[in-house]
């Protein structure tokens, strides 16, 4: 971080600078941005319960300028303080506090869509946030080399990279970090087959080249450790809308992919309070899981009210026939409004592996751009085990029975005019059978708030 601290902030001042010369070839936007995170666990009966509490203010400017006939440049660069208190299972009686400032470039590319005027040809060099529409695949800023085709029907992306220097620190689950010594290569092809719908494939090659034997390693809590893998994914996406009349629609999405190679489950032991030690890993072979999701929505009332319904998959049992989402996808989305959340729920954040998830959805809008929206979720393990990859408040099941639990989320949100975005999600859990006789209440719970401000 410190030698890459005086590039950012060279670039920082000369983004300002160029933000300051009139001009119709640029956009630049400040934004304040102010988040805060409430969560307790499932309450173990021999250990007790997890808790998370965060507050996150991000300051920042983004900027775009075009330079000459076929350059742009696009940067988004932010100061970050975050506060962060965790209290683990394997962690009692201690606890684990951050209180860091550090400086964060989210992007930071120069592209050129089209290189020349007769071929659809285009290149893109430095950071950038990549995302597919549903972060099913990936979500991240990463630093690549990326080469496009775009065409009216057909475009396509290639991008080489991963991420030079990780400033970032961990936070709640909102984005994974870590990702220093990994090493993506991303597929992408669109094709516009008809007017609002769309077939999509896409493929990924993941590489995290740390050392096979971490044993004696020690990490924070709040710090995110990477076992050693590597991995490709070959999958497809459809989705579109149909217009139904002029006041109702349906709008779905389908999702499958498979993957295969090799990665590792890592064990801890605690070293002290809010420091764990890698005691053990094992190495397993990813042999073609398969993962899917498929689903619906459907607005009505001029489009005022909408319902929806999803169903994922992703198989496994043990580390046979498994699947595993990339380390940088998100499981994040639209339903109804503008927000995006996790669609796989708030407070259990799953990875799509050995696992089924049932949902329903339901949204009314409350303003022009403010929806109040209302899930619900089924969580079942295909086979049991005592594994469940998900976020930290979670626990392992007792891996007799395959019932995981139901999670109800609450959201509401949505933008006010062109100068804030609001948004607030209250998501609530109760575990199911695969913890019977482990705890001493079932229920647990996240709270999510974030407001930013543009000028």
């Known amino acids: 971080m410190i030698k890459i601290f005086p590039l950012l902030l060279l670039a920082c001042l000369a ?22 995170v409430q969560g307790q666990g499932l309450d173990r009966l021999d250990l007790g319960r997890p808790e998370e509490n965060e507050g996150r203010v991000r300051a920042g400017l983004r900027y775009w300028r075009k330079l000459g006939q076929r350059w742009k440049f696009n940067t ?21 506090t951050a209180n860091d400032i550090y400086f ?34 990936y979500d991240n800023q990463l630093d690549v080399l990326q080469l496009q085709f775009n065409t009216t029907l057909l475009t396509g992306e290639l991008a080489f990279g991963g991420r030079v220097v990780e400033e970032r620190q961990a936070g709640s689950a909102e984005e994974q970090t870590g990702l220093k010594d990994s090493m993506f290569v991303i597929g992408h092809l669109d094709h516009h087959y008809y007017y609002g719908h ?7 090659y993941e590489n995290s080249d740390v050392k096979k034997n971490q044993i004696g390693r020690v990490v924070s809590m709040n710090e ?28 779905y999405w389908l999702d499958a992919g498979t993957v295969v190679g090799q990665s590792q489950n890592l064990s801890f032991e605690q070293e002290k309070p809010g420091k764990l030690r890698v005691n053990g890993f094992e190495t397993f072979d990813v042999n073609g899981g398969i993962g899917f999701d498929i689903g619906a929505a459907w607005f009505f009332h001029n489009e005022t009210i909408g319902l929806a319904f999803d169903y994922a998959l992703g198989t496994g049992k043990g580390n046979d026939n498994l699947y595993l989402q990339p380390s940088i996808a998100n499981n994040k989305g639209r339903l109804f ?3 995006r959340y996790r669609y796989y729920g708030e407070f259990l954040n799953p990875n799509l592996s050995n696992l089924q998830i049932i949902s329903g959805f339901a949204g009314i809008k409350l303003a022009e751009q403010i929806w109040l929206e209302a899930a619900y979720h089924h969580y079942r393990q295909l086979n049991p085990e005592n594994r469940l990859r998900a976020a930290r408040l979670s626990i392992a099941p007792n891996g007799q029975d395959e019932h995981i639990g139901d999670a109800v989320d609450l ?15 209250a998501s ?3 575990g199911g059978n695969a913890y019977r006789h482990q705890l001493s209440s079932r229920y647990a719970y996240r709270l999510t708030t974030t407001l930013t401000f543009y000028w």
């Not at 988004?76 to 684990?96: A, E, F, T």
């Not at 071929?119 to 995302?131: H, N, S």
């Not at 959201?411 to 999600?425: D, N, P, S, T, Y």
Request: no cysteine; glycine share 10%; net charge positive.
């Open 198 to 204: 769309h077939v999509e494939g896409y493929l990924i």
């Open 337 to 339: 409004g503008t927000i």
């Open 411 to 425: 959201v509401i949100g949505g933008r006010w005019g062109e100068r804030a975005k609001l948004q607030f999600v």
């Open 15 to 36: 983004t300002l600078s160029f933000a300051n010369e009139p001009s119709p070839n640029y956009k630049a936007r400040y934004y304040l941005s102010l988040r805060g």
């Open 76 to 96: 988004d660069l932010r100061v970050v303080y975050l506060y962060q208190k965790l209290k683990n299972l394997r962690s009692l009686p201690g606890q684990n």
């Open 224 to 251: 995110i450790i990477r076992p050693k893998s590597e991995m490709v994914w070959i999958g497809a996406r459809a989705h579109g809308t149909w217009k139904i009349d002029p006041a109702s629609s349906i709008r």
């Open 104 to 137: 964060e470039a989210r992007q930071l590319y120069l592209e050129a869509p089209y290189l020349w005027d007769d071929l659809p040809l285009g290149i893109l060099l430095g950071r950038k946030q990549f995302r597919d529409p549903r972060s099913w695949w």
């Open 428 to 430: 609530g859990f109760r």
